[in-house]
């Protein structure tokens, strides 16, 4: 009797804890991330599809951040490329092309369209708050699952769907789905604040290399 008292107690804390858990709770933990967090280095794995197509599109690699806004992606399939931001260039290399793309990183985030908040590397709960309706989807002591809908208007509709790991305070997967694509993004084998190389974030494109510069503005 005394076992079956105690775990209804228990089954009811865990209960009540599910309950008290808000979507606010859960994006100020993201936000004090935004803090407690400088550098960070994971591997990472996408899954693209296309339902009019059927198309599937599965890549992985390694990236590498540091605040404000310095990283590194190195894609190592489907096709291996390069992302590196020094905080004010960012560049894109195809090696199989033999051609690397230069851009500003401010340019780039506006033309890109996606939210700073919706990767591990760009943690901005300001933007979040500010662009989104935001709404605890699942519940969990651990992992909660925040859904983020998009306020005003748009030519293309869709859906976020954010894991929060609470003891770190990141963004440990991401689900963007419209009518058109459904992209799935994992993160792993987090190492937080760990000494990187500013060497990490430079790129000077290989001898023979194409580059082209796209407006810098």
Do not use: H
Not at 43 to 65: C, H, M, N, W
Not at 142 to 155: E, Q, V
């Amino acid at each position: 009797m005394r076992r079956s008292a105690l775990s209804l107690l228990l089954v009811a804390a865990a209960a009540a804890s599910l309950r008290a858990q808000s979507a606010e709770e859960v994006v100020a933990r993201l936000q004090r991330a935004e803090t407690e967090i400088q550098r960070l280095q994971f591997d990472y794995l996408q899954t693209t599809r296309i339902p009019l197509t059927g198309e599937t599109v599965k890549s992985k690699g390694a990236a590498l951040f540091e605040r404000p806004n310095r990283f590194r992606l190195e894609q190592k399939s489907p096709q291996p490329q390069t992302v590196v931001c020094d905080g004010k260039d960012l560049w894109f290399y195809l090696p199989a092309r033999g051609q690397a793309l230069r851009d500003s990183v401010d340019n780039w985030a506006r033309s890109a369209g996606f939210p700073q908040g919706l990767s591990p590397f760009r943690l901005e709960t300001t933007e979040l708050r500010a662009k989104y309706d935001i709404a605890l989807e699942t519940p969990d002591p651990k992992t909660p699952i925040l859904r983020l809908t998009p306020r005003g208007d748009r030519a293309f509709p869709y859906d976020l769907r954010v894991w929060v790991d609470l003891a770190s305070g990141l963004p440990i997967k991401t689900e963007l789905s419209s009518k058109s694509v459904t992209a799935t993004t994992t993160v792993k084998n987090f190492k937080i604040n760990v000494p990187l190389s500013p060497d990490a974030f430079r790129f000077s494109p290989p001898a023979g290399t194409d580059v082209i510069d796209a407006p810098l503005k």
